[in-house]
């Protein structure tokens, strides 16, 4: 106890007033006569960050006050494992959410998503597989019999399922995919015959498979007679509900342990001539009659992947919203330790928190920024994915609108995942050897993000996709305008780069300028050498203006909601948009500089405004990160709380039973 309010003394020295004293080291954390603090400012701040569902997001964090839910490090890969499914299915049997909320509330599964991920990566991984991949792609693609034998039992985790399209060989790269579904003429009822015929048409990294799965939504080649109609799903089941054995000709291998993630059974699947009904197709928008005739809603092959591979682009809302809790579960952690661990002050003495230091603050702060951006960013993607997400009856949308939505979803979940990286690795780096105690949560958090960067699309991967369609976007009005912005010259000096205007028409230009650039190198450029052009030649160029892309579309997303914040909150959170525009600005200035598109004045103001934020908002830190609404049961990490009580008895590194 006396150690404790030795190290509570001297924060408070430092976050105190200096009236009386000399200027010390901490005076940085004075606050500021006119910031905006308070307990009211942190509440508005975490519904605008929270978003939507509140009531059902304050449920589940009580609900994970139960035990089950301390985090438990040294244990067996089964047990592991174990913990993981009985959390889940804790979760989903309250009865909170539902897989019918993508029609009626689709909302709900993302902030579900965020909810699982405060507590633990491999629940939320497994969380995601069910409700989204597994669960949505059998609402969206399948038929009422589908619906009726499995909605059920997939809310409450009785029939649990998995998503079986990335192949060994190939990916999900459905031109080349091997699974195959022949239809079956001379069979006494009409049946499909599942097969995996080599070794790289493996149904690979499926999670959920190795261990608790059920049911599988198979994506196969659907062949009738001498015609392959393309790529379909086929919900088959893998084990039987009463034995947990595999079914007749499925074969289950267990990928075993991974550098994180360990709850998760990730598993590889073949099939061996196995055969399912004619009602094991997902026949929603494609249909095969008694006598084997095909018919379509969706004249193309290719178009028809797209529309059974569609919850992919959900699952990219989803990641997103996990890896947005990861890095505040990192920045929670690391500002509470660096806030009350002391170290060397001006008299030698231990009696200085390591916030007060710019090293600390200037590593976290520009994350803590970016984090928030982030989220007000995936609130709109939410908003707009939910707008056209598919799930109700008749929507129709108009073909830029969908492209529009296609490139935010593969724009944002690079952005959160490569921040949930960064975050997560300086946090780590920042808290010294405590960061690297598995009970202080870098470590799972830090695979969690790798986990994130590769699911449901490698990152540079979707940026690929975010700038082809940006390419085939060029007639929209809004895409039309950055363009001419990208040619214009901006005369953008040392004190207006550093305003939330100056940044939204350099984020403006730059995006138009890059893609101005991309477009004339593709021009004139067709047949087999566009692969030649694009994947060999412009590949920078590709990824820097999806870059573009997203950072505007974020910094956009931002200002936005600075205008549904009060006046007592928007003071301080447009300081926290700056920091984060500014700070982007700053890991590009190379490019900007070279273009031309910033004097060295500005560009020097540019670093100079990042630091002069980070000093500015360190009175509001506490705030901020309160302001992510993860209560301490959630947080649980030793020195994100008491840590000095936590090495009063011999803990073993672990936190269950151990007060702290």
Known sequence: MERSARR??????????SAGRPAGPGDE????????????????????LEHDNHAMRAKLKELMKDPLYTPRWNI?????????????????????FSVLDFRTNPLRIFAAHE?????????????????????????????????????KGIDTMDDVGCFALTELGFGNNAVEMQTTAHYDPASDEVLFIIHTPTVLAQKYWITNSAIHAHWAVVFAHLIIGNTNHGLHGFLVRIRNHEDMQPCRGVRIEDMGHKMGCNGVDNGKLWFDHVRVPRSALLDAFSQVGPDGSFTSDIAKPRDRFLKVADQLLSGRVCIASMMQSSAKVALTVAFRYASTRLAVGPTGKSDTPILAYQLQQRALAPLLATTIALNLGLNHVKERWAAASGFTPGQLLDPDTAREVVMLCCAIKPLCGWNNEDTSTACRERCGGQGYLSCNRFGSLIGFAHAGITAEGDNRVLFQKVAKELTASTHVPAVRARLGAGQGRLSLNPISVCTLEGLQQLYTAREGRLL?????????????????VWMKQ????????????????????????????????????????????????????????????????????VSEGVRRLCAELAPHYKLLIDSFGIPDHLVAAPIAADWAKYNEVDNQGEVVGIPF
């Not at 500021?32 to 605008?48: F, I």
């Open 8 to 17: 509570i003394e001297a924060l408070g020295a430092h976050l105190a007033p």
């Open 29 to 48: 954390l004075q606050l500021h006569p006119t910031s905006a603090g308070g307990p009211g400012v942190q509440q508005e701040l975490q519904r605008l």
């Open 76 to 96: 067996p890969l089964a047990e592991e494992r174990e913990l993981a499914l009985q959390r889940l299915q804790r979760l989903c049997r309250s009865g909170n």
């Open 115 to 151: 909810l699982a991920a405060f507590c633990e990566p491999s629940m939320a991984t497994k969380m995601t597989v069910q409700f989204n991949l597994f669960a949505g792609t059998v609402l969206k693609l399948g038929t009422k019999r589908h619906h009726d034998l499995l909605v």
């Open 516 to 532: 101005g650039q991309l477009l004339a190198a593709m021009k004139g450029v067709s047949g087999t050498q566009v692969f030649e």
């Open 538 to 605: 412009q590949s920078d160029a590709v990824q820097h203006t999806a870059t573009a892309y997203a950072e505007r579309e974020v910094l956009e997303a931002s200002c936005r909601s600075l205008e549904q914040a009060s006046p007592s909150l928007r003071p301080l959170l447009e300081r926290v948009v700056l920091l984060y525009g500014l700070y982007r600005t700053e890991q590009d200035l190379g490019w900007l500089l070279a273009e031309e598109m910033l004097p060295p004045a500005a560009g020097k103001a």
